[in-house]
């Protein structure tokens, strides 16, 4: 087993030798979904990206609890990065998940401090009495939340955390990226900086780490899976915590992550069939039929099998079901649609393949 020691304290130990195939897993198929990324178009690249993280950040918000709606993060991530005239209206914690976003792909080689924390936390949540506040001097002292140990001890804890997050690569105290990133997620989580919303902070260092840590900078949407599972993501979170033995939690994260890599990798090859698809169509379909194709390509591998149906998708995009059961009936002798009847009423589906992730478990990577 193995501890941390100075500057890494509270104390965890973990189990190298239990977690070496679950790295090498990881390294693997991250190293595929780089691959993936090369077989994409430039724009193809850039909208799967943008996916990528909407999903991603609405997912973190969901965990906590909180609602957010992916239309509108998306605008406040367009508008952050110069791609739209205006935020569509986003709320201030819509604005501050989509900042936090572009902050993790864009800002992983720099030292994680105690001040970038408090910004991510008073954007995301800005009511909160913990955070960043303006004082008479104009400057945001540090204010930290006391969670089942003084204000001092706390203090200490993170400065710690925080000193060993930055470690140099060769550091006897620096493990690999995937324990690395499992252990600040955990380790923060431990500490509790704030009275809300160190969830999304420990979630946005450890997707942070591994975009650092990988050889490529890869972003690996984590928060999708911890959502999908998100009681027991909880549970073995609070058990690490109390338990102070992380190897079961990382031995779960690492099955998270490699879960993660092979959802992103799917996403991508659904979007080089719907480019091929949309392609091999190009000067046979028509405005309105290419709409409803790129509907059910939005619904992105994990909506697939639900198909639309004509009156589902007339009364949603506004337009009379006579016209959109002649289109589909049109893409479906193209080729471009399969029909199906369920529950007496007949549903269209993408005539692709269906990229299924499977659900990776703890005993699929020790």
Same mark, same amino acid.
């Given at each position: 087993m193995r501890p941390l020691t100075e500057p890494a304290a509270p104390?965890?130990?973990?189990?190298?030798?239990?977690?070496?195939?679950?790295?090498?897993?990881?390294?693997?198929?991250?190293?595929?979904?780089?691959?993936?990324?090369?077989?994409? =178009?430039?724009? *193809?690249?850039? +909208?799967?990206?943008?996916?990528? !993280?909407?999903? #991603?950040?609405?997912?973190?918000? &969901?965990?906590?609890?909180?609602?957010?709606?992916?239309?509108?993060?998306?605008?406040?991530?367009?508008?952050r990065l110069g791609l739209a005239m205006?935020? =569509?209206?986003? *709320?201030?914690? +819509?604005?501050?998940?989509?900042? !936090?976003?572009? #902050?993790?792909?864009?800002?992983? &080689?720099?030292?994680?401090?105690?001040?970038t924390l408090a910004t991510w936390q008073s954007r995301i949540y800005a009511d909160?009495?913990?955070?960043?506040?303006?004082?008479?001097?104009?400057?945001?002292?540090?204010?930290?939340a006391v969670n089942n140990h003084n204000a001092a001890s706390g203090e200490r804890d993170l400065k710690r955390f925080l000193a060993w997050l930055a470690l140099d690569n060769g550091h006897q105290d620096r493990p690999s990226p995937l324990v690395r990133a499992g252990l600040a997620h955990l380790w923060l989580e431990s500490i509790q900086p704030f009275p809300r919303g160190t969830g999304v902070l420990g979630r946005a260092v450890a997707e942070q780490a591994l975009i650092h840590d990988l050889p490529n900078h890869m972003f690996i949407p984590l928060n999708q899976v911890f959502l999908k599972y998100r009681h027991e993501y909880h549970n073995r979170l609070d058990d690490a915590c109390r338990d102070r033995d992380a190897t079961e939690w990382l031995a779960w994260f690492a099955a998270a992550a490699v879960e993660a890599c092979r959802l992103a990798r799917a996403r991508m090859e659904f979007a080089i069939n719907q480019a091929q698809l949309l392609e091999s169509l190009r000067d046979s379909i028509c405005g309105r039929?290419?709409?409803?194709?790129?509907?059910?390509?939005?619904?992105?591998?994990?909506?697939?099998?639900?198909?639309?149906?004509p009156s589902g998708f007339a009364r949603e995009h506004d337009r009379p079901i006579s016209d959109v059961s002649r289109d589909m009936t049109a893409l479906a002798h193209k080729g471009a649609l399969v029909r199906s009847v369920r529950g007496g009423r007949m549903r269209y589906h993408l005539n692709v393949p269906n990229p299924r992730v499977a659900r990776v478990r703890t005993e699929d990577v020790l």
């Open positions: 104390t965890f130990i973990w189990n190298d030798s239990q977690l070496l195939r679950a790295e090498w897993l990881f390294l693997a198929e991250s190293a595929l979904v780089s691959g993936k990324v090369r077989h994409l =178009a430039a724009v *193809d690249q850039g +909208e799967v990206m943008m996916e990528t !993280l909407v999903r #991603d950040a609405v997912a973190s918000l &969901e965990i906590e609890g909180d609602v957010a709606d992916s239309q509108r993060v998306e605008a406040g991530i367009r508008h205006d935020d =569509a209206g986003a *709320d201030r914690q +819509e604005l501050g998940i989509a900042k !936090l976003a572009i #902050d993790i792909i864009q800002t992983y &080689e720099k030292r994680l401090d105690r001040r909160d009495e913990a955070g960043v506040e303006a004082d008479g001097a104009g400057k945001k002292p540090w204010k930290m039929q290419e709409a409803i194709l790129t509907h059910l390509f939005n619904q992105g591998p994990e909506g697939f099998p639900r198909g639309v149906s």
